[in-house]
């Protein structure tokens, strides 16, 4: 009999603890929720709206999916959430177009059910994600495109019957193609130079009597394969007072 009981108890005690209500449940450490559930996509929903809100402009970020999600209980519900969106307005918010750019949110939002509280604690909408294939503008002094302008001046510079070679003077233009790593597509201010005056500890100088030149490079960064980097394309010619019709030239070549 004694042992009866006590199974009965053991068994109304663990329904119980099941039927906790939020407010009962105890804190402790994060969750990680399926994305497609729909308390996950409530909680992006929310986050998004609360964001929206403190948008100036006409454009609102809508939800696309939701790339993660987790929850953790302190005095409520916390969710920590990495969310796909894309840019819309008001009356088009159902209305997302194919080749519409989708951006990465981040949002810690607190939630307090039975207080009926949603609390945005940190938002924050990035850059555009790359899509493949898509060329997208680059700053042009950007550390990587630097990289990549002077490792394509130098290819440029081992090819022979060349008297002269040439030194970068500036980056005009940069942008940059997702494809099985990054394309790059560089506009260069060049300048030539005497090759006896060059050498692996002396670079190239130029002076205001040097030639200059417009070129346009295209080099392939591949991530993951030896050698990682390829010089795919150089298209140089002089330029006089015009710079922008010699480079307009160039991508026409």
Same mark, same amino acid.
């Given at each position: 009999?004694?042992?009866?009981?006590?199974?009965?108890?053991?068994?109304?005690?663990?329904?119980?603890?099941?039927?906790?209500?939020?407010?009962?449940?105890?804190?402790?450490? &994060? %969750?990680? =929720?399926?994305?497609?559930?729909? /308390?996950?996509?409530?909680?992006?929903?929310?986050?998004?709206? !609360?964001?929206?809100?403190?948008?100036?402009? &006409?454009?609102?970020?809508?939800?696309?999916? #939701?790339?993660?999600?987790?929850?953790?209980?302190?005095?409520? !519900?916390?969710?920590?959430?990495?969310?796909?969106? $894309?840019?819309?307005?008001? /009356? /088009?918010?159902?209305?997302?177009?194919?080749?519409?750019?989708?951006?990465?949110?981040?949002?810690? =939002?607190?939630?307090?059910?039975?207080?009926? &509280?949603?609390?945005?604690?940190?938002?924050?909408?990035?850059?555009?994600?790359?899509?493949?294939?898509?060329?997208?503008? @680059?700053?042009?002094?950007?550390?990587?495109?630097?990289?990549?302008?002077? $490792?394509?001046?130098?290819?440029?510079?081992?090819?022979?019957?060349?008297?002269?070679?040439?030194?970068?003077?500036?980056?005009?233009?940069? %942008?940059?193609?997702? &494809?099985?790593?990054?394309?790059?597509? !560089?506009?260069?201010?060049?300048?030539?130079? !005497? %090759?006896?005056? @060059?050498?692996?500890?002396?670079?190239?100088?130029?002076?205001?009597?040097?030639?200059?030149?417009?070129? $346009?490079? #295209?080099?392939?960064? %591949?991530?993951?394969?030896?050698?990682?980097?390829?010089?795919?394309?150089?298209?140089?010619?002089? $330029?006089?007072?015009?710079?922008?019709?010699?480079?307009?030239?160039?991508?026409?070549?």
């Amino acid at each position: 009999m004694t042992y009866w009981w006590l199974s009965v108890c053991l068994l109304l005690g663990s329904a119980a603890h099941a039927q906790l209500p939020y407010q009962a449940q105890m804190p402790g450490g &994060i %969750k990680v =929720l399926t994305t497609n559930t729909p /308390e996950a996509v409530e909680a992006a929903s929310v986050s998004l709206e !609360l964001y929206n809100q403190q948008g100036k402009d &006409i454009y609102m970020y809508c939800l696309k999916r #939701v790339n993660s999600a987790r929850m953790q209980v302190v005095a409520g !519900l916390k969710y920590y959430l990495d969310v796909e969106t $894309f840019r819309c307005i008001e /009356e /088009e918010i159902y209305l997302q177009r194919d080749n519409a750019q989708t951006f990465l949110c981040k949002f810690e =939002l607190l939630q307090v059910p039975w207080q009926n &509280i949603s609390r945005l604690l940190k938002g924050q909408c990035g850059e555009p994600i790359p899509v493949v294939g898509q060329i997208t503008p @680059v700053a042009a002094k950007d550390s990587l495109v630097q990289s990549v302008a002077k $490792f394509a001046v130098n290819q440029y510079n081992v090819y022979p019957g060349n008297d002269y070679t040439y030194g970068m003077v500036q980056v005009l233009a940069a %942008k940059k193609q997702l &494809i099985s790593g990054h394309k790059y597509y !560089l506009d260069v201010w060049m300048a030539e130079c !005497l %090759k006896q005056r @060059v050498t692996e500890t002396i670079p190239c100088t130029t002076n205001v009597s040097a030639q200059e030149f417009a070129c $346009f490079f #295209v080099v392939w960064l %591949k991530p993951g394969e030896l050698g990682g980097v390829e010089f795919l394309d150089s298209t140089c010619i002089p $330029f006089g007072i015009n710079l922008g019709t010699g480079l307009s030239r160039l991508r026409s070549a």
